[in-house]
């Protein structure tokens, strides 16, 4: 595969690459495999890279090879998809890098929640990538064109396309929405049907698919690696895992790109420092939006107020530990530092 292929002239359009280097197209827990322009090469990382206080390559990451077969560097990220870590580390993960489109799959069955959508609205915003929803098993809705319109008030701005994977049909508007060597990703719950969308854009069963349960909806890890896929049309596209666990890790700003209609709003509010609460003259609370989105829209902001927080509190603690160790130093050596 050859550079423009892998997509170099959406990451980098007006510089040369390096003849070592190589696009992550799979992620393994022991090892990656990389593109490179002579072939697929099996991976692993160097020492010096592992021990740096730098996130592990992952999936869509430009990096350089060394003996063609050992990465030393990972090309700075022209966008990122990221959550926080699952567990009580305030640390962020990295899911996938150089993407240029979002798909957001949502299944019109039990895993329909515009809540959620909200909830990955800000994480794409926060990523750079230019995000579509796509409502996935349209087939089972006899309301589906009310559920779009309504899907269209909660993601103001953003594409909205209802299909159905498993009947093929509404399949176009993907591949309409991507470039030529452009790199988009899948990103959705478990259950919502994303392998079923590969599938059926590829023509073939390439990945496993699983039925979810009558109950909830609910599905199990079909998609276990991250994994970058040549498609017909010659784009690429990421297959993600179901996030079950979404804790968002992005900067409070970006909640005002997901709820534009608040924030626009909330500029006639008579108060600067409005809450939208009991305020006399509140545009917002006069304008009777749904106050299921108002909530969501109070609730997404607090979560990144406390995050960005415990972040700073975090990144404290790691530098005061940092010179704590290095004051300890210089007392037991002290001609060292001298």
Not at 4 to 19: C, K, L, S
Not at 45 to 65: A, E, K, N, T, Y
Not at 276 to 294: F, I, K, S, W
């Amino acid at each position: 595969m050859n550079f423009e292929e892998a997509g170099w002239a959406h990451f980098a359009p007006h510089a040369t690459p390096d003849p070592a280097c190589g696009r992550v197209a799979l992620v393994h827990r022991d090892h990656h495999i990389v593109w490179t322009t002579t072939g697929e090469v099996m991976a692993t990382i160097s020492g010096h890279l592992r021990h740096l206080d730098h996130d592990p390559p992952c999936v869509g990451d430009w990096v350089i090879l060394r003996e063609g077969s050992i990465i030393t560097e990972v090309l700075p990220r022209r966008t990122q998809l990221s959550r926080k870590e699952a567990g009580k580390r305030m640390r962020e993960q990295v899911l996938a890098a150089n993407m240029d489109i979002l798909f957001i799959v949502s299944g019109l069955d039990r895993d329909y929640n515009p809540r959620r959508l909200e909830r990955y609205l800000v994480l794409a915003h926060q990523s750079g990538a230019r995000p579509v929803v796509l409502l996935n098993k349209a087939d089972l809705r006899g309301d589906l064109a009310d559920v779009v319109r309504l899907t269209e008030r909660h993601v103001l701005g953003v594409p909205v396309f209802a299909l159905s994977a498993l009947e093929q049909w509404g399949l176009e508007a993907i591949s309409r929405s991507v470039e030529l060597y452009q790199t988009a990703a899948l990103i959705g719950s478990s259950g919502a049907g994303k392998s079923t969308i590969v599938n059926a854009l590829l023509g073939e069963g390439r990945q496993r698919t699983t039925d979810v349960r009558e109950s909830d909806s609910k599905g199990r890890h079909t998609t276990t690696h991250r994994e970058l896929i040549r498609m017909p049309g010659n784009w690429l596209l990421m297959d993600l895992p179901g996030l079950r666990e979404l804790q968002l890790w992005a900067d409070p700003e970006r909640v005002d790109s997901t709820f534009a209609d608040i924030v626009d709003l909330s500029r006639q509010c008579r108060f600067r420092d409005c809450s939208h609460n009991q305020e006399p003259g509140c545009a917002v609370r006069e304008a009777a939006l749904d106050p299921e989105r108002l909530r969501s829209y109070r609730k997404l902001q607090k979560e990144l107020v406390f995050l960005e927080l415990q972040t700073d509190i975090h990144r404290a603690r790691q530098i005061r530990k940092k010179w704590n160790a290095v004051e300890k130093d210089m007392r037991r050596h002290p001609k060292r530092f001298c």
